[in-house]
Each structure stands twice: as structure tokens, then as C-alpha cells.
Nanobody, 123 residues
Framework: VQLQASGGGLVQPGGSLRLSCVVS????????LAWFRQAPGKERELAVA???????YYSDSVKGRFTISTDNAENTVHLQMNSLKPEDTAVYYC??????????????????WGQGTLVTVSS
């Protein structure tokens, strides 16, 4: 399984970005898909996830601003980020869990990772 993330960049506060992650090597319909982020000097944290069951999780810090979606035909997971804040600045990683772990917030639950894409929110 390989993950290829894209879509990061520099955006002003209040702006929007859409990240994409193409998952190859396996159909992802029964997988847990997630976007983690890691800010400078901080631990990697879960931002959003779509569980293998189809339910979604959003961290409090992104709820109402970020939306995870999937394109099953393209095996791609998207992260639409609106109303971006400087504190959203981080490297964003897509990740896949093939074992249906319960602990979706734990990075070690995930089996495959994308390479990371940098999002910088600054004026």
C-alpha cells in the first residue's frame, strides 16, 4: 500500500486549502483513513478520521472547519480545510489502518503513511 499526499501550501488566515491523498495497492472502502498533523516542536496529533465503518471523527480544534471525504472511484481521500488559522500550520500526513484498530487517535495504530505535506497559515 502506498499513499501519496498533495495540496499543501501557504494560505492567509481565513483561507482554504484542500489536501488529497491517493491510496494505491488496496481498495480503501474497509479501511480507517486519517489525517494527522504535526506542528513544529509538537507531537503528531489526529485531526480527522473516517473509520472503516464509515463514521467520522473530528478533533475539537478542527470541528466545523475541516471536512474529510472520499472518492472511491479514484481511491482518494480529501481534506477540505476552511477558515484556516495560524495554529493550523503543520505538516499534514494521511494514514491508513488496515486492522480496524479502536484507538484511532494513536499514530501506532496506523500501518501506512503518506510522505506529509506542509500547510502554512500566515499573513
Amino acid at each position: 500500500v502506498q499513499l501519496q499526499a498533495s495540496g499543501g501550501g501557504l494560505v492567509q488566515p481565513g483561507g482554504s486549502l484542500r489536501l488529497s491523498c491517493v491510496v494505491s495497492g488496496r481498495t480503501f472502502r474497509s479501511l480507517t483513513l486519517a489525517w494527522f498533523r504535526q506542528a513544529p516542536g509538537k507531537e503528531r496529533e489526529l485531526a480527522v478520521a473516517r473509520r472503516w465503518s464509515g463514521s467520522t471523527y473530528y478533533s475539537d480544534s478542527v470541528k466545523g472547519r475541516f471536512t474529510i471525504s472520499t472518492d472511491n472511484a479514484e481511491n482518494t481521500v480529501h481534506l477540505q480545510m476552511n477558515s484556516l488559522k495560524p495554529e493550523d500550520t503543520a505538516v499534514y500526513y494521511c494514514a491508513v489502518d488496515v486492522h480496524r484498530s479502536v484507538a484511532i487517535g494513536t499514530p501506532t495504530s496506523y500501518d501506512f503513511w503518506g510522505q506529509g505535506t506542509l500547510v502554512t497559515v500566515s499573513s
